[in-house]
């Protein structure tokens, strides 16, 4: 085989070598997702967990407020029908009385189904909190491999580009510039062998004519039925006997 079709078959194999690798580094990102996915869900429900608690103190401070405003409306109202002797007075004092009762006691209610709101509230922050911190924990394993995975591939990758700007220099700069169009066309092999005469993609037979040609000269042809680029692999038989 000519230097050229030794060198472009070298290249195209190191320009395998360096998708492959490529494309496990695309793997790792799903990967990645599917952590990051599970992580931001039990994070939407610690965020969740902290604005209710929050919510719920705050109503918490206003019940507890309005319950001591009215203990304090409450006794006043006390004190008042404590020192009214006039009859009429004192039944009009009693009623505001309790009037001021029955809103110092629904007030104290109000508090008191507050509280067990906040506590409510307080166990469901701590329930999202562990869980929270059990995923973290449980992921750091699979991060840590990841990062690993993808240390090792990016030192290979650059080792096999490195590999591949190598051979690309050993390819003459024309046929360098019909594989790399081919190649970024096909997105895949770009360069077959003749197969027994035929084109090694698509098995489709050259005239006899054009194959001792290539075999002769060496020459790096297209095939026209699918576009790849076909070389003679050695001198084939017929060609022995020219
Ligand atoms: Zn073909």
Redesign the pocket.
């Known amino acids: 085989m000519q230097p050229d079709v030794i060198a472009l078959v070298a290249l195209e194999g190191e320009d395998s070598a360096v998708e492959a690798l490529e494309a496990r580094l695309r793997s790792l990102e799903p990967r990645l997702q599917v952590l990051e996915r599970t992580r931001e869900t039990a994070a939407a429900t610690l965020e969740r967990a902290r604005t209710t608690l929050a919510a719920e103190q705050e109503k918490l401070i206003q019940a507890k407020t309005r319950a001591s405003s009215s203990r304090t409306l409450q006794e006043r109202n006390q004190k008042q029908l404590d020192s009214i002797t006039n009859v009429r007075e004192a039944t009009a004092a009693s009623a505001q009385l309790d009037q001021a009762r029955k809103i110092a006691s629904d007030a104290e209610s109000e508090a008191a189904r507050a509280t067990v709101r906040v506590e409510d509230a307080k166990a469901r922050l701590a329930e999202a909190e562990q869980a929270m911190a059990e995923i973290e924990s449980s992921q750091e394993a699979e991060r840590t491999a990841i990062a690993g995975e993808r240390h090792t591939i990016e030192a290979d990758l650059r080792h096999a580009r490195m590999k591949r700007d190598g051979s690309a220099k050993r390819v003459s700069q024309p046929l360098l510039g019909r594989y790399e169009k081919v190649r970024r066309r096909r997105r895949g092999q770009s360069l077959?062998p003749l197969i027994n005469g035929?084109?090694?993609?698509?098995?489709?037979k050259l005239p006899v004519q054009r194959r001792l040609e290539m075999s002769r000269t060496g020459a790096i042809e297209m095939?026209?039925?699918?576009?790849?680029m076909?070389y003679a692999p050695a001198p084939e038989p017929v060609a022995a006997k020219v």
Do not use: K, P, Q, R
């Not at 035929?198 to 489709?204: F, K, R």
């Open positions: 077959f035929a084109c090694g993609s698509c098995d489709t095939c026209e039925a699918c576009g790849v076909i």
